[in-house]
């Protein structure tokens, strides 16, 4: 018993002792966050800013990496078959965690058992926009024009599950009206088609319509939260244009694998919530439409915990099908 008690003891002092020595020497090497979006979108640009300041502060690369598709789906997955060492992190977004699994019959992860959650990082919101040349001016007399003309809404979308293909399928029940929906890998991917006529509407996120809606290249309608932007408070909610409970927002969250240390999980936490506050930091995301949050690991869980049958109720009551 002596024996078995010592053995006991030996073995708690030995992970004691590996925490200890993860959270003194961590990071010794490059870390990367994975990104399932092209290029330049918010989960993109805010990846990015927390990379440097990451570098900054720890003296060790932190880079992003884009790993398209799937609607975010494949980054996540990539992670959770990440070793646990805290060197593979994601920006793993609502679509991913907790609408996909009331879409997809199968995901290859399990949002709730495959990750150390670390933080809520940030939400932003979708906006309608048509293209200059579609005849209605109001989102009435869009309406309008998608009954006279079933084949005529044409919609891009940043992948499956996403919040800009749940606006979409929102938007096509609470209507009445039909829409096809075209995913793309990211929303810089959509544009191009939209304003080249191969589309001639989107939900597309704010940060990168904002500059388009400004510049008078595509017409807005509408903003997809359920508050209006501070960046253009002139647009109104989609629920105040005649669409009540319409609310489709994209909120992304940082996590590594499951079994990642806890005083890594602590370390990453702590550093990535306190560049989160910083002055330049805020200005620079919120002012891209990015509304920055910092939440707690276990508030992370949370929400996921109770977005998902959220978001499953709403799929269901919308009689949302994948049919891509």
């Excluded at 990071?27 to 990846?47: E, K, N, W």
Aim: net charge neutral; hydrophobic share 45%.
């Amino acid at each position: 018993m002596k024996a078995i008690c010592g053995a006991v003891a030996a073995w708690c002092l030995l992970l004691g002792t590996g925490n200890a020595l993860a959270q003194t020497t961590y990071p010794d090497q490059t870390i990367r966050i994975l990104v399932g979006f092209t290029p330049g979108v918010a989960p993109d640009i805010t990846s990015r800013v927390l990379g440097e300041k990451l570098t900054e502060a720890w003296g060790k690369p932190v880079v992003v990496e884009n790993v398209t598709g799937a609607g975010g789906n494949l980054a996540v997955e990539r992670v959770a078959k990440a070793a646990p060492d805290g060197y593979t992190l994601v920006m793993g977004g609502n679509s991913a965690l907790v609408i996909s699994p009331s879409l997809l019959a199968r995901l290859p992860y399990d949002p709730m058992k495959d990750f150390a959650y670390i933080t809520q990082v940030f939400t932003v919101a979708n906006i309608l926009v048509v293209r200059n040349d579609v005849p209605a001016k109001t989102i009435q007399e869009l309406v309008a024009l998608a009954k006279a003309q079933p084949n005529y809404l044409i919609a891009g979308h940043a992948g499956i599950g996403t919040s800009q293909h749940l606006s979409g399928e929102l938007f096509k029940v609470m209507a009445g009206v039909e829409l096809q929906q075209v995913p793309y890998r990211g929303s810089t991917a959509v544009i191009p088609d939209l304003l080249a006529g191969q589309l001639n509407i989107f939900f597309g996120n704010i940060t990168n319509l904002l500059p388009l809606i400004r510049d008078g290249k595509v017409r807005a309608f509408g903003i997809t939260s359920r508050k209006r932007s501070p960046l253009i408070p002139e647009l109104p909610t989609i629920e105040e244009l005649g669409f009540p409970g319409f609310e489709a927002t994209a909120w992304f969250g940082l996590m590594a694998p499951a079994g990642t240390p806890q005083p890594i999980i602590d370390k990453l936490h702590k550093e990535t919530v306190r560049i989160l506050a910083l002055p330049d930091v805020k200005a620079k995301l919120e002012g891209l439409g990015v509304q920055l949050v910092g939440s707690t690991p276990a508030e992370l869980a949370e929400l996921i915990k109770t977005e998902t049958p959220a978001w499953a109720k709403v799929i269901k009551q919308a009689g949302i099908k994948v049919s891509e």
